[in-house]
């Protein structure tokens, strides 16, 4: 196992120093390494020491838990004897704060010695050597002071010294691969984690909730990173982005399982009951200063992470599921770098390195919940895609079923339709044409039957044929056309009796419930009132008039007026009994009309009718 950590952590090194060099290019042989400096420690509640130290020095291996100061001494080769131009120096790490002194002048300032809020060992730092300070053919010394916090990860790495051209390169390289990658990751695992907190919000799946927290969690990690001056004081600063970055790894690893759809539980048990020790432990390392706890809780999260890979290997090799391969690649880079980091970067082992590659593996889990949101949004779209066509489907079956049954409906309509109209029509010819013939026919078989009264009994029987003849023909909504037929068929009558007829109808529009039925109501309502005045008002002129009112509810209004005797002298217009007037009423309401009977303005008599209805 040692033996294959130290294989995989060589690869590394020997990747990230490829990478380093196609960064910098063919300057890199123009940059002059020093690994070595006479230090001066003096670390708190200890006697300070001096003696010579290899470069990169780790304060925390040798003090650790324990704050203090350090002063390093560096003997710089001569200038001349490296290219000519400006030259300057590369701090890889540095800290916690520092100040940079060449041949007794300051150069640089890291920060504010002993001042917490700064931290110059989380980047590299470019310092500008100016020519006036160098010695001539001499050595010039380079003098380091720092202040350093406990558990904060202070130290000095190798001091690269060089030509300004050849030292830029590299240090743009070290920060592209530091400070820049971690403010990109810290982003992205922002708008990731928005996302995946908004999506767990609609749906509420834990896979959504559990990145989420993960994504959030990460970001302190990452910020911290990139992040040289942060307002919370050391060593509460520590202890949050301890915190957060157990908990991005745990989160991660139960997002994992989640994705698999695979949640044993008791490995989902384990993820939790770490997740929380290293949480508490996290807490209790920073408050007690004791960095072994913090090293503890991250060899449980790298257990942890190491527990879930039989699982997904499994399902990448039994269930052949094309997720499983991709988690197994990213899981085993992400475990991979996290023993990298921890026994490398952490405890020094195989010979230390400078960084971590943990928030690089880890930035791939991004990547697969982008492509799990994207399959799954793809896959609900071809499932709407095909419930749509089977929605499609049914409904065509259904609208035909229904075309169907309305096809046999309308038919049976049309047939109830037929069946209403010839009863409407037999009975119409029953109470109408048949009960005028009836009264006929007892007339002439008695005796003394006078001629006149048989002709206006045959006259109103051929009147009550037409009548029941003209309301088979369609009205089309149209009152006027009706009262132009009435008109047409009552005029010989009215000529016969020497009766002029004045004629005034106005523009009627088409009515919605004029039926067939309706308009022989009018017609027999109007015939009733014109035989009156026929028989009974001894009149020589008759005044029709017919108009639209508009109201709520609008209304047709028919007034017929006659210059007849009147009411009150001609009784016998209203029938023996009331008959006539009765049954015109009867008519009227059976219509839902309303029917007036009263003297005219100059004498004679008036019949008005009004007809709520509404336009067609």
């Given at each position: 196992m040692q033996g294959a950590i130290r294989a995989v952590t060589r690869c590394l090194a020997l990747a990230i120093a490829a990478l380093t060099a196609v960064a910098a290019g063919p300057a890199a042989a123009e940059i002059h390494s020093v690994g070595a400096a006479t230090a001066t420690l003096r670390p708190e509640g200890l006697p300070s020491a001096s003696r010579e130290v290899e470069l990169?020095?780790?304060?925390?291996?040798?003090?650790?838990?324990?704050?203090?100061?350090?002063?390093?001494?560096?003997?710089?080769?001569?200038?001349?004897?490296?290219?000519?131009?400006?030259?300057?120096?590369?701090?890889?790490?540095?800290?916690?704060?520092?100040?940079?002194?060449?041949?007794?002048?300051?150069?640089?300032?890291?920060?504010?010695?002993?001042?917490?809020?700064?931290?110059?060992?989380?980047?590299?730092?470019?310092?500008?050597?100016?020519?006036?300070?160098?010695?001539?053919?001499?050595?010039?010394?380079?003098?380091?002071?720092?202040?350093?916090?406990?558990?904060?990860?202070?130290?000095?790495?190798?001091?690269?010294?060089?030509?300004?051209?050849?030292?830029?390169?590299?240090?743009?390289?070290?920060?592209?691969?530091?400070?820049?990658?971690?403010?990109?990751?810290?982003?992205?695992?922002?708008?990731?984690?928005?996302?995946?907190?908004?999506?767990?919000?609609?749906?509420?799946?834990a896979l959504y909730g559990c990145f989420s927290l993960a994504a959030f969690s990460g970001v302190i990690r990452n910020l911290d990173r990139a992040w040289l001056d942060v307002p919370v004081p050391w060593p509460l600063w520590g202890a949050m982005v301890a915190v957060g970055y157990a908990c991005h790894i745990g989160f991660i690893a139960r997002f994992v399982l989640l994705v698999l759809d695979r949640n044993p539980p008791w490995l989902v048990r384990?993820?939790?009951?770490?997740?929380?020790?290293?949480?508490?432990?996290?807490?209790?390392?920073?408050?007690?200063?004791?960095?072994?706890?913090?090293?503890?809780s991250l060899i449980l999260l790298q257990l942890t992470s190491m527990a879930c890979l039989p699982l997904v290997l499994r399902e990448a090799f039994v269930a052949r599921r094309r997720i499983a391969w991709v988690l197994v690649a990213a899981g085993t880079l992400a475990v991979t770098a996290g023993a990298h980091d921890l026994l490398a970067v952490r405890i020094g082992l195989f010979g230390g390195a400078e960084f971590t590659l943990t928030s690089h593996a880890m930035f791939f889990f991004v990547l697969i919940l982008a492509g799990v949101v994207i399959e799954r949004y793809s896959r609900s779209v071809t499932d709407y895609r095909a419930l749509n066509a089977n929605l499609a489907e049914r409904v065509a079956e259904r609208e035909q079923q229904l075309r169907g049954a309305f096809d046999e409906l309308r038919a049976q309509q049309q047939e109830q339709a037929v069946l209403i109209e010839r009863q409407r029509i037999m009975r119409e010819i029953h109470d109408g044409v048949g009960s005028q013939l009836v009264g006929l026919l007892n007339m002439v078989t008695q005796r003394g039957s006078s001629t006149a009264v048989l002709?206006?009994?045959?006259?109103?029987?051929?009147?009550?044929?037409?009548?029941?003849?003209?309301s088979l023909q369609p009205t089309h909504d149209d009152l006027a056309t009706m009262l132009a037929t009435l008109r047409y068929r009552l005029q010989p009558r009215l000529d016969a009796a020497g009766i002029a007829l004045d004629w005034d109808v106005a523009a009627i529009p088409p009515v919605a419930s004029f039926t067939a039925q309706v308009a022989l109501q009018f017609q027999r309502i109007l015939l009733e009132a014109f035989t009156n005045v026929l028989k009974h008002a001894r009149a020589s002129r008759i005044f029709m008039h017919a108009s639209w009112r508009d109201g709520a509810p609008p209304r047709v209004r028919i007034v017929l007026t006659d210059n007849g005797v009147g009411i009150q002298d001609a009784p016998a217009m209203l029938g023996a009994t009331g008959h006539g007037t009765a049954n015109m009423r009867a008519r009227a309401m059976a219509i839902g009309a309303t029917l007036q009977i009263e003297a005219g303005a100059d004498g004679g008599t008036s019949v008005v009718l009004d007809w709520p209805c509404h336009p067609a």
């Amino acid at each position: 196992m040692q033996g294959a950590i130290r294989a995989v952590t060589r690869c590394l090194a020997l990747a990230i120093a490829a990478l380093t060099a196609v960064a910098a290019g063919p300057a890199a042989a123009e940059i002059h390494s020093v690994g070595a400096a006479t230090a001066t420690l003096r670390p708190e509640g200890l006697p300070s020491a001096s003696r010579e130290v290899e470069l990169p020095f780790r304060w925390d291996r040798e003090y650790p838990g324990r704050g203090g100061t350090v002063s390093y001494r560096i003997t710089l080769p001569p200038g001349a004897t490296l290219d000519g131009g400006p030259l300057a120096l590369l701090l890889s790490g540095v800290g916690n704060q520092a100040a940079i002194s060449l041949n007794g002048t300051v150069v640089a300032r890291l920060g504010i010695l002993g001042e917490r809020g700064y931290d110059a060992s989380k980047a590299s730092h470019l310092i500008r050597i100016p020519a006036a300070l160098l010695h001539a053919g001499q050595p010039d010394e380079l003098l380091i002071e720092a202040t350093v916090q406990r558990q904060r990860g202070a130290g000095l790495s190798a001091v690269r010294y060089g030509s300004e051209a050849a030292i830029e390169p590299l240090e743009a390289a070290q920060r592209r691969w530091r400070h820049t990658s971690s403010i990109v990751y810290a982003v992205s695992l922002l708008l990731m984690g928005g996302l995946a907190a908004g999506l767990w919000w609609r749906q509420r799946d834990a896979l959504y909730g559990c990145f989420s927290l993960a994504a959030f969690s990460g970001v302190i990690r990452n910020l911290d990173r990139a992040w040289l001056d942060v307002p919370v004081p050391w060593p509460l600063w520590g202890a949050m982005v301890a915190v957060g970055y157990a908990c991005h790894i745990g989160f991660i690893a139960r997002f994992v399982l989640l994705v698999l759809d695979r949640n044993p539980p008791w490995l989902v048990r384990t993820i939790h009951t770490v997740l929380g020790t290293a949480v508490v432990l996290a807490c209790a390392s920073f408050g007690l200063a004791r960095p072994a706890l913090w090293t503890a809780s991250l060899i449980l999260l790298q257990l942890t992470s190491m527990a879930c890979l039989p699982l997904v290997l499994r399902e990448a090799f039994v269930a052949r599921r094309r997720i499983a391969w991709v988690l197994v690649a990213a899981g085993t880079l992400a475990v991979t770098a996290g023993a990298h980091d921890l026994l490398a970067v952490r405890i020094g082992l195989f010979g230390g390195a400078e960084f971590t590659l943990t928030s690089h593996a880890m930035f791939f889990f991004v990547l697969i919940l982008a492509g799990v949101v994207i399959e799954r949004y793809s896959r609900s779209v071809t499932d709407y895609r095909a419930l749509n066509a089977n929605l499609a489907e049914r409904v065509a079956e259904r609208e035909q079923q229904l075309r169907g049954a309305f096809d046999e409906l309308r038919a049976q309509q049309q047939e109830q339709a037929v069946l209403i109209e010839r009863q409407r029509i037999m009975r119409e010819i029953h109470d109408g044409v048949g009960s005028q013939l009836v009264g006929l026919l007892n007339m002439v078989t008695q005796r003394g039957s006078s001629t006149a009264v048989l002709e206006e009994h045959v006259k109103l029987a051929l009147d009550e044929m037409r009548m029941a003849v003209d309301s088979l023909q369609p009205t089309h909504d149209d009152l006027a056309t009706m009262l132009a037929t009435l008109r047409y068929r009552l005029q010989p009558r009215l000529d016969a009796a020497g009766i002029a007829l004045d004629w005034d109808v106005a523009a009627i529009p088409p009515v919605a419930s004029f039926t067939a039925q309706v308009a022989l109501q009018f017609q027999r309502i109007l015939l009733e009132a014109f035989t009156n005045v026929l028989k009974h008002a001894r009149a020589s002129r008759i005044f029709m008039h017919a108009s639209w009112r508009d109201g709520a509810p609008p209304r047709v209004r028919i007034v017929l007026t006659d210059n007849g005797v009147g009411i009150q002298d001609a009784p016998a217009m209203l029938g023996a009994t009331g008959h006539g007037t009765a049954n015109m009423r009867a008519r009227a309401m059976a219509i839902g009309a309303t029917l007036q009977i009263e003297a005219g303005a100059d004498g004679g008599t008036s019949v008005v009718l009004d007809w709520p209805c509404h336009p067609a």
